[in-house]
């Protein structure tokens, strides 16, 4: 017997005994390459991926940065001409850095142009950079997420808007073409604060749980989020759960391949960034260290009892894939992704039928 269906003979097992209380439908959504390639990489992988039977992809948007692209609705536009199916997500577009009126409209575009398949995820950002780049006070941005985020509901949802707020002024205001999606397309939160869940509670759709957080810290932000949903009559409420995910045929060679690339990458952005509740781990970092309840990691069998915790720990419906790494080789990545399609992704499938 090879490697390969071996491992996926012990991942069987793992099904058999753990999955049969996780019944309800999960969906998987791949955040691809960004700005490490060219886009028409991008463009390829995520034809891949609709292929390989994801849900939805996902680009996100951070500014003054060499690895990340920004302007994700236009990169989604990109990506509808290539797909027909898979739903197309801004994970997340950083609202309080544009007027509403703009959002609503190209948001509206990308859902006519990929026939009514948008999920708008907004978030408020948190890097100090970003909106120093646009000229804005970080200060501000709770104020002008709450404000741009009730009109873009009007403005999706309503003709002939006029709007006389703290941040934003709109007169006589109709988005034209309408969105595809009645009656409107959805709008996922990305949020950590208290403030901030509590808005995702009453406006949103669903909250997006960021990549680096580990379970604990995101434990109590999602209690919040809960309690919040239910106060403002909105239902239980849904969590997207975003991971890095990087899997190998053994828990060994996963360690191996990542190197330090994972370290670095989190070094560099998320635990240089004043997060609300993200904390770097005290000490020297090493890969087992850092991917501890943060990263789903390792072998089949690993990564998808990784998946089915964070799922019953959360009660997570959705879990947003990034594979591509900084730092770590692409043929190691593809092959990541590979294996997750072949080996993780249908086990977790397997009693949706």
């Not at 509740?277 to 943060?294: C, M, Y």
Request: proline share 7%; with cysteine; charged share 25%.
């Amino acid at each position: 017997m090879t490697r390969s269906r071996a491992s996926h003979s012990v991942v069987r097992v793992v099904q058999a005994r753990h999955y049969a209380s996780t019944r309800s439908c999960m969906q998987f959504g791949l955040s691809p390459l960004q700005g490490q390639a060219s886009f028409e990489e991008t463009l390829r992988e995520c034809e891949r991926a609709e292929a390989a039977g994801f849900d939805s992809i996902w680009l996100g948007e951070h500014h003054n940065n060499p690895i990340l692209y920004p302007a994700p609705l236009i990169g989604l536009a990109a990506v509808a001409s290539r797909t027909r199916r898979i739903r197309l997500g801004t994970g997340v577009l950083l609202l309080p850095l544009y007027h509403p009126m703009m959002v609503a409209e190209e948001g509206a575009m990308v859902d006519v142009i990929s026939g009514g398949r948008l999920i708008l995820g907004v978030g408020p950002g948190y890097a100090p950079e970003e909106f120093a780049a646009f000229g804005q006070s970080l200060k501000e941005r709770g104020s002008r997420m709450e404000e741009s985020a009730s009109l873009l509901h009007r403005l999706w949802t309503e003709t002939n808007v006029t709007h006389h707020g703290k941040n934003y002024r709109v007169d006589n205001a109709t988005v034209a073409p309408r969105p595809v999606q009645r009656p409107r397309p959805p709008i996922w939160f990305g949020a950590w604060a208290e403030p901030a869940l509590r808005r995702a509670a009453r406006l949103g759709d669903a909250w997006i749980v960021g990549p680096s957080a580990n379970l604990e810290e995101i434990a109590p932000c999602a209690r919040l989020y809960r309690n919040a949903c239910v106060e403002s009559v909105r239902g239980k409420g849904e969590i997207a759960l975003f991971r890095y995910v990087f899997v190998a045929h053994s828990t060994k060679e996963a360690i191996a391949a990542a190197g330090d690339g994972f370290i670095q990458a989190f070094e560099r952005m998320y635990f240089r960034w004043p997060h609300p509740v993200v904390k770097r781990p005290s000490g020297e970092l090493t890969i087992e260290r850092l991917a501890r309840d943060r990263i789903i990691f390792g072998d089949p069998r690993t990564c998808v009892e990784e998946i089915i915790r964070f799922r019953r720990e959360l009660d997570a419906k959705h879990l947003i894939c990034r594979f591509s790494v900084p730092g770590i080789p692409r043929e190691a990545c593809a092959i990541s992704l590979d294996l997750f399609t072949r080996e993780v992704m249908p086990i977790l499938r397997a009693d949706e039928s």
